[in-house]
């Protein structure tokens, strides 16, 4: 069974925010984007706002669908949201799964991220231009 999957991209003066992974069923010791499993019955948007208090304690504002796409390895979708604002202080809430949270300068990622948040620097970065 599968189990889609929502990503948010926290974006602050052209900084992304990832979190490293540990202890992880998928993709471990890897930067990633902040994300979470969309539990039976929710929708994606839901998912997003109950998934990042759960692991960077915030209250998310105002998110936007930037693409949904499938995973290329695993039966899963995953749903990316832009955020902006949030309210509160961005933490890593859930130490156990992940090591440390860290801004990183969209175009000096390191080099140890998911394929997936990979695949979507491309858009992102045209969604930023954009903006300017």
């Keep these: ?30 930067w990633g984007l902040p994300s979470g499993r969309i539990e039976r019955g929710e929708t994606p948007l839901q998912a997003a706002y109950r998934e990042m208090d759960e692991e960077v304690s915030v209250r998310v504002d105002d998110l936007q669908l930037l693409i949904q796409m499938p995973d290329p390895k695993y039966p899963t979708t995953h749903y990316f949201y832009l955020c902006h604002s949030w309210s509160g202080e961005l933490k890593n809430a859930e130490p156990h799964l992940c090591r440390e949270i860290r801004w990183f300068e969209i175009d000096d990622l390191p080099t140890d991220c998911t394929p997936i948040t990979y695949s979507i620097l491309p858009l992102l970065k045209r969604y930023l231009k954009g903006l300017e």
């Design 1 to 30: 069974m599968s189990q889609d999957v929502v990503q948010v991209i926290f974006i602050s003066e052209s900084k992304l925010l990832l979190g490293f992974r540990q202890n992880t069923e998928v993709l471990a010791n890897y």
